[in-house]
């Protein structure tokens, strides 16, 4: 079984937005919660834009998306970086993972994959991947990298959410090898997430939870480079009127950077933060009731 724990170093987080369009309302409650996070723990904040999956960046999103935090307020601690400047640290984990022996080629398309899940009777269970080329590619070319992730009770990974609370994960039966390279040439998320964090010295994850079924995974990846395994806490993510979460995918309109006070209430106030707007009247002010306010949310967490 694999454990994650928080580290004691003194409290480093991030803001990490793919570049994919405008900040919206749901992004902003993750760059929020971030925000208050670090500020609370007298921390530093760290903004680094996700623009590995290149067909989906949009041309000057990130500037944008670095501009509207300017105008809400939130002020980065240190420069901020792109992961497309960073592939070299990606191509040394990836060697390091190869010479470990944990990782391998693999020939499967995602049609192939979906086929043989079909198959072995799983179609209503998660697709995890079957492990087809984890002894050979029989005769298929080479097109991802997969990680090689134990069986049995090695495969499962628990770890304490300091929103979520317990969590448990079966690497094995619920994801199988995981990318770590993509058939597209492209770096995989769960890969450059977890070198990123690692090379900026993170300690602390604060995101949507939409990504808390991504974190077994980073956990496992961690240890197997030798990583610290940062601490984390999944907000709840902001759906629209049909339940959908609220992303550009489902048509969320930009934050109104003219009226930044009401995007920063509407954020807080889905953080469950007790904020009386008349004490509200500028950022100042708000970050100054805001503060407080995460630490008491979060004591009600605990």
Known sequence: MITGAASPRRYRGRFAPSPSGPLHQGSLVSALASYLDARAH???????????????????????????????????????????????????????????????????????????????HVRHTTLAYPGTCRSGLHGKPARAWRIRVPDGENAVVVFDDRWQHAQRQDLATEVGDFVMRRADGLWAYQLAVVVDDAQQRITDVVRGADLLDSTARQIYLQRCLGYPTPAYLHVPVVVNAQGEKLSKQTGAPPIDIDRPLNALLAAASHLGLALAPQRCKTLEAFYREAVPAWRARLATRA
């Open 42 to 120: 007298d921390g530093t904040w760290l903004v680094r834009i996700e623009d590995v999956d290149i067909p989906r960046t949009v041309p000057g999103a990130a500037e944008h998306i670095l501009k509207t935090l300017h105008r809400l307020g939130m002020h980065c601690d240190e420069t901020p970086v792109w992961q497309s400047t960073r592939t070299a640290l990606y191509q040394q984990a990836l060697t390091q993972l190869d010479t470990a022996g944990l990782i391998y080629p693999c020939g499967c398309t995602r049609k192939e994959i979906a086929d043989s899940l079909l198959r072995a």
